[in-house]
Structure formats: structure tokens, C-alpha cells
């Protein structure tokens, strides 16, 4: 096989292109996952194709506008049956799901082409993650990538990554991948594994 292009010849991808990866290992047709960051839609749309025409997507976004994009883009694909779009904070998933779900994706920061003065935080992002690990099945997958740097800050950053060195080595698997020597604070991409 003959690879052509930059992306076809990459080994390593981005944080975004290795979270579609985990997450296609995982997800099976009829599960039920999540989207706790809407954002442009492009997660949602992912995970609607994954979980087929008997799965479920939840997707969170606070911003109106965000579940709006995320609409539009469901709707010219012809998928918004597989999707509940929520316009509430993925800190309060547990209000809306019952039972287990496959996997739950996080990216963290702010709306691209959005207000970056509106962004994920800390603290509600903590209480998010904390559900998210309640909710998430055995052998399940949370995917989580942490943008950070100049207007996102590095407060989150910085206690998301204190935070789940902490997690329980017994009942979960704990992944986070950097990228050392690139410019510009290049996301990290962390996974977590429900072991029982």
C-alpha cells in the first residue's frame, strides 16, 4: 500500500486523532455514549456513526449555540434520531442518563470559532468527571483532551492532571499522553479505563 499523503504517513497523531482511535476500539453498535463537550459537533457526529441506528448519544453543551452547530450537522447527515442534544453542563450528566454507558468524550477549553471568555472549568469539569467514572461500564473508556495555553489558561490543565493521578489504580486505568517537543501547548490527551 502506497501512503501519499502527511496524515497517511503519521505514526503519531494528534490528541484528537488518537481519541477517535481508543474510542472506535470500544464503542459497538447499539451502545450508549457520550459527548460531554459539543462544541462544533464534530464528537457527536462521530459517536452517531459508531453507535448505529439502535445506540444513543448524549451530547452536552452549555452554550445554545453549540448545540445548535451540533443540530445542523446531525440533521444534514440524517442522524439526529440517534441523538439526545442537551443544553445543560456535562456536570449534571447524571440528571439525564440511566444506567451504564460505553464511553464518554471530553474535549476541554473553550467553543472553537466560539467566546473564548466561555470555557470548561476546573472545578464543574472535576464534578463531571467524577459522574462520568459512576456512569461509565465496565471496560468502558473515558477519552478527555485537555486544551490549554494562552487565552484556555492553565488552571484546568493543571488540576485535571493533579487530579487523576489520584484515581483508583484498582478500579481504573489511567492514560495521559503529551507531546514534549511541539510549540504552542499541543493538548494532552487523557484516558481512563474502568477496570470493574
Known amino acids: 500500500m502506497r501512503l501519499d499523503s502527511k496524515k497517511d ?48 448519544v448524549y451530547s452536552f453543551d452549555i452554550q445554545s449555540c453549540a448545540i445548535e452547530r451540533t443540530r445542523e450537522k446531525l440533521e444534514k447527515e440524517g442522524l439526529t434520531e440517534r441523538v439526545t442534544l442537551i443544553n445543560d453542563s456535562h456536570h449534571n450528566m447524571d440528571l439525564y442518563i440511566e444506567g451504564k454507558v460505553r464511553t464518554i468524550m471530553f474535549n476541554l477549553g473553550y467553543l472553537p470559532g466560539g467566546d473564548h471568555n466561555i470555557d470548561t472549568k476546573a472545578d464543574s469539569t472535576e464534578e463531571a468527571l467524577n459522574k462520568a467514572m459512576d456512569i461509565i461500564e465496565k471496560n468502558g473508556l473515558i477519552s478527555m483532551v485537555v486544551y490549554y495555553g494562552g487565552d484556555s489558561g492553565f488552571d484546568e490543565k493543571n488540576h485535571i492532571m493533579d487530579y487523576i493521578k489520584h484515581i483508583d489504580s484498582k478500579r481504573f486505568t489511567v492514560m495521559a499522553t503529551e507531546f514534549v517537543n511541539q510549540v504552542n501547548c499541543p493538548p494532552i490527551l487523557v484516558c481512563i479505563e474502568k477496570l470493574f
Open 9 to 56: 504517513t503519521e505514526i503519531i497523531k494528534n490528541s484528537l486523532a488518537q481519541s477517535h482511535e481508543y474510542v472506535t476500539m470500544v464503542v459497538k453498535e447499539g451502545d450508549t455514549v457520550v459527548d460531554a463537550t459539543a462544541g462544533n459537533g464534530n464528537d457527536t457526529l462521530f459517536l452517531a456513526r459508531l453507535v448505529g441506528e439502535k445506540g444513543r
